[in-house]
């Protein structure tokens, strides 16, 4: 078994731009929920509107491509009602932080047992480029043609803030690293959240200077700043530069969570004669 | 062995849905239904169900539509600004072909309106809220009693016809105590089960397509967006999008009769009352105060898909009056399929009519 084996292949091809980001994310979501030995029939893939959220039309599980923003809240009732099923929630920057914010803090603080992965690629590609909450100030888009007026959110320290048991981010450039991370996210009972910054040559790209989609993952690496690293310069008293993306392992830690499995029941009971 | 009970009818709803099998909810509170949703918090529980106070009334309908894809019976309770709010995932529901049960006690709209106060002004939203042509099915107890057989009936026809299904009361039924009889049990229909092999938005002559359950191994995917018979994104075919839409709508509208659900009195009579909900009190009590065959009544369980066939059921009917807690939302709907000249009496404000004031309306027009 390998990634490959949770695709649709009937759905293939898939809609995603040439040099789009979203493709490798899936990969390494899949490889990681692939380590997991999880069942196919075990495994149900949520989504809200846009690209990202287009991925769970192309796994083989059950999956449910849902409403704007709404993602999070439709696997809430999933995983309440049947807790046995591993569910994981694709999305992106304007489905989760604008429209599904509310949902996305409320899933937070709920602890829910779910993996949310975000691909950011800090614009609305579907609709063909408009900003978003994750635009960088300065950025051009086609609802900011004189450049972003508006403050990005921090997507992790959001959900670190709201109470989310496991956050890392990395980029489609870190694809070992962004597949170890999902792994954890996984892993970790309770509310996972996996930020993933994606390329968007079509919509973002082309309007802010990045002639090549090399180009744009090129500069997703450059501006990657570990955590580690961040922590030792705070540390040493020195500056973080600015417009730089945190990578790395954000938070873990083990809250009370919702959406516990039944506890496995033994085969005999203690203190039974055998 | 029944037994006999004196309950409010919020109480009445959610033991309905109880005896139905509910086992999950997902709600947000809101007067004046709040108290289907303490009922449900402090019962489910206890009968291994799940009960979920969401952010707001988007998520508890979300929460519902994604429960309801595990198998569950699900059910969320508001009142009509939550409603509002439910509607981009109500069409989600109907599009998806999702059985949930929505219960909206309705009050004074529109907005904020009158909190405590009934109405009846969601009648045309329920119906028509979400954007694009679909078809639901609407209930409409005006007893307590009925709180609890329909919301019970709401469950089955969700499952049997794949579709949202609304209970819409109002704070008079909601929040009145009165007796109640407890049958020992309620009809259950069971979802039927998609047969393997079968495409899973394939649907026969029914209809309705088989349910593929989530965690059984269909890998179903569903989606909101116009889809194929395999559930699979078709968004820029016409002829299917026109087929699927057709069928969604065909397989409400063009089963009426199977749902139909009234009560039919004094059927020679010329001046005939139709009524649904609370006001169906105010009727009751007119045709008792003045006995005999004169006034006629067309009691309406089933307000959506609308039961055409009851109309022509009056004979000799020469005027429908329609006493209404709105604008004459209904009387319109009623005036669209018969001849017979319709007279609503709408009234606003969240007070029933009076007996009276329905008697100087039959009164005028004779």
């Known amino acids: ?274 | 062995m029944t037994r006999t009970e004196f309950w409010q009818g919020n109480t009445a709803c959610a033991e309905g849905a109880l005896a139905a099998g509910c086992n999950f909810f997902g709600g947000y509170p809101i007067t004046p239904s709040t108290e289907v949703a303490e009922h449900m918090a402090a019962k489910l529980p206890k009968k291994n169900g799940v009960f979920i106070q969401m952010e707001d009334e988007i998520a508890s309908m979300a929460s519902i539509i994604g429960a309801s894809w595990t198998g569950a019976r699900a059910m969320t309770a508001t009142s009509g600004p939550g409603f509002s709010l439910m509607m981009e995932n109500i069409g989600f529901a109907a599009m998806t072909e999702t059985p949930c049960v929505v219960v909206n006690v309705q009050r004074g709209g529109p907005s904020t309106g009158q909190p405590t106060m009934a109405a009846q002004g969601d009648m045309m939203q329920a119906r028509f809220g979400s954007h694009g042509d679909y078809s639901i099915i609407a209930l409409c107890p005006a007893t307590v009693q009925e709180m609890y057989e329909l919301t019970a009936k709401a469950f089955n026809l969700a499952d049997t016809y794949r579709v949202p299904v609304f209970l819409m009361a109002d704070e008079i039924v909601g929040h009145m105590r009165e007796k109640i009889i407890i049958p020992d049990s309620v009809e259950r229909v069971p979802r039927r089960e998609l047969a393997r092999g079968t495409l899973p938005f394939q649907a026969g002559e029914d209809l309705v397509p088989g349910f593929p359950q989530f965690g059984k191994g269909y890998g179903v995917h569903v989606t909101g967006l116009t889809h194929d018979e395999r559930g699979y994104p078709a968004a820029t075919n016409p002829k299917l999008h026109a087929d699927l839409v057709q069928r969604l709508v065909d397989k409400i509208e063009l089963a009426p009769d199977e749902m139909a659900d009234y009560d039919i009195v004094n059927p020679d009579a010329e001046d005939v009352f139709i009524a649904y909900g609370a006001p169906v009190r105010t009727v009751q009590q007119v045709m008792h105060d003045r006995p005999g065959k004169e006034i006629g009544f067309l009691r309406i369980r089933t307000v959506w898909p609308f039961p055409e066939k009851a109309l022509s059921l009056f004979k000799n009917a020469r005027r429908f009056l329609v006493p209404e807690m709105n604008l004459g939302q209904m009387a319109r709907e009623f005036e669209r399929h018969t001849k017979v000249p319709v007279i609503s009496i709408p009234k606003l404000g969240g007070e029933l009519h009076t007996p009276d004031e329905l008697v100087a309306v039959l009164e005028a027009r004779r």
């Not at chain 1, 900003?131 to 997507?155: A, N, V």
């Open chain 1, 1 to 274: 078994m390998s990634f490959d084996d949770w695709y649709r292949q009937d759905r293939l091809p898939h809609i995603y731009c040439a040099g789009c980001g979203n493709g490798t994310i899936i990969n390494c979501t899949l490889a990681a929920v692939d380590q997991m030995g999880w069942k196919k029939e075990e495994t149900v893939f949520v989504s809200g509107i846009g690209c990202s959220s287009r991925a769970p039309g192309y796994i083989v599980t059950d999956s449910l491509h849902t409403t704007h923003g709404r993602a999070i809240a439709f696997a809430t009732g999933v995983k309440m009602a049947n807790p046995e099923l591993n569910v994981v929630v694709f999305t992106g920057d304007g489905d989760l932080a604008a429209i599904g914010g509310n949902h996305f803090i409320h899933g937070c603080r709920r602890n829910i047992d779910l993996t949310v992965v975000c691909m950011n690629n800090q614009i609305y590609g579907m609709t063909g480029g408009q900003g978003s909450p994750t635009t960088p100030k300065g950025c051009t888009s086609s609802t900011t043609p004189y450049g972003c007026t508006e403050i990005p959110f921090d997507l992790c320290e959001l959900a670190i803030a709201a109470g989310a048991n496991y956050v890392s981010r990395w980029t489609s450039y870190h694809v070992k690293e962004l597949e170890k991370a999902a792994k954890a996210g996984l892993e970790t009972k309770g509310f996972s959240f996996i930020e993933a910054m994606v390329q968007c040559p079509t919509a973002f790209g082309r309007r802010n200077k990045f002639r090549q989609v090399a180009d744009h993952v090129e500069y997703l690496r450059a501006h990657s700043i570990l955590k580690a690293k961040v922590d030792r310069m705070i540390e040493a008293g020195e500056t973080v530069p600015e417009n730089m993306f945190v990578v790395g392992e954000l938070a873990k830690r083990n809250r009370p969570y919702l959406g516990a499995k039944m506890p496995v029941k033994t085969e005999t009971k203690p203190g039974a004669k055998p």
